[in-house]
């Protein structure tokens, strides 16, 4: 079984920035893909990025230039740097493992709020 926790949202001022833990426990970390994703109010989740087992990482449009995802698998952890954050930024993040044999797994989320 796999389990996901994040941590680290809050709320932050325009242009301010927030990391993002996430902490896995169970089978499969070490060659899992792991993902950050958003949803805002009102809105379908969107991937942020993805990083793969040895390290790769890949940004979709809303993750690219502020964020940066990187893991460190001694420690079961993925993190999301979050640099200059707008209110659009705005949602409940959440983590995300794929692995071919157990496929997708989710966190329950955290909450990033970005006003003034």
């Known amino acids: 079984q796999v389990q996901l926790v994040e941590s680290g949202g809050g709320l932050v001022q325009p242009g301010g920035s927030l990391r993002l833990s996430c902490a896995a426990s169970?089978?499969?970390?070490?060659?899992?893909?792991m993902g950050w994703y958003r949803q805002a109010p009102g809105k379908q989740r969107e991937l942020i990025a993805t990083i793969t087992s040895g390290g790769t990482a890949d940004y979709a449009n809303s993750g690219e230039g502020r964020f940066t995802i990187s893991r460190d698998n001694a420690k079961y952890m993925v993190y999301l740097q979050m640099d200059n954050l707008k209110p659009e930024d705005t949602a409940v993040y959440y983590c995300?493992?794929?692995?071919?044999?157990?496929?997708?797994?989710w966190g329950q989320g955290t909450l990033v709020t970005v006003s003034s």
């Open positions: 995300n493992l794929w692995h071919r044999s157990l496929g997708n797994s």
């Open positions: 169970g089978v499969g970390f070490t060659n899992a893909r």
